[in-house]
């Protein structure tokens, strides 16, 4: 069975240093894998995400990830990060396989605070 | 354009009465999908609608819950009997249908909180 990990539950990093949210995910066959965020009281907006291609994923609000197969991570990551990017990070990865469409299992969340 | 549309925002309800949740996806989309997300569960796949049709309801915590689409479009997630267990926020996501090897991107609503007293 597909599933992720999220190894932290929260991450604090200074305003304008880089950041990075871990994730690492296990599948069977080749891993679609996705990032999405969450701010208070709102539902979850799409970040980024990896189908195939290039491990480097560029995504909105200055977010990328990097796919790395051998250690099966999907860590996301922003060279500066803002105050405004405190929020609750999800991974997710599809279990497409099981059904052909797209179902998704998510991890349990990163809270990221970004301190002025 | 307008994105997943969900309602109520919030609902609080006694334990026993039955709730209707529900989600005006993006236009277009066929693919239609329902998670819970709780304090002890996190995120969780409740139902998948593809058209009007439910191929997976495997995520449903009972036969309490049940959901319906109706015309390709709205959905219906209702939950019957309500317990406080049920209390977490319900989201819908909507998608484009799936072409063979592509992953569509989900879009998810913001969610209706529902609190079972």
């Known amino acids: 069975a597909q599933s992720v990990a999220q190894p932290e539950d929260q991450v604090n990093v200074a305003e304008g240093n880089p950041l990075t949210v871990k994730c690492t995910y296990s599948?069977?066959?080749?891993?679609?894998l996705f990032w999405y965020v969450q701010y208070p009281n709102r539902g979850l907006q799409f970040l980024l995400k990896y189908i195939t291609g290039d491990n480097l994923v560029k995504g909105s609000y200055g977010f990328e990830a990097e796919f790395n197969k051998s250690q099966t991570s999907f860590h996301l990551k922003k060279p500066s990060a803002l105050v405004s990017d405190s929020a609750l990070y999800f991974c997710a990865v599809s279990d497409f396989f099981s059904g052909g469409y797209n179902k998704l299992i998510f991890g349990a969340g990163t809270r990221l605070a970004v301190h002025p | 354009g307008a994105g997943v549309s969900q309602s109520p925002s919030n609902k609080v309800t006694e334990k026993g009465k039955d709730v209707e949740l529900r989600c005006d996806p993006i236009s277009g989309h066929t693919a239609l999908y329902w998670y819970r997300q709780s304090l002890g569960q996190g995120l969780e796949f409740l139902i998948y609608f593809q058209g009007n049709s439910a191929p997976d309801k495997s995520g449903l915590p009972s036969d309490r819950f049940s959901a319906e689409r109706t015309g390709g479009s709205v959905s219906t997630l209702t939950i019957q009997r309500t317990q406080q267990e049920d209390s977490a926020v319900y989201l819908c996501a909507s998608s484009l249908a799936l072409g063979q090897g592509m992953q569509e991107t989900q879009y998810f609503g913001p969610g209706t909180r529902l609190l079972v007293l």
């Open positions: 599948v069977s066959g080749n891993p679609y």
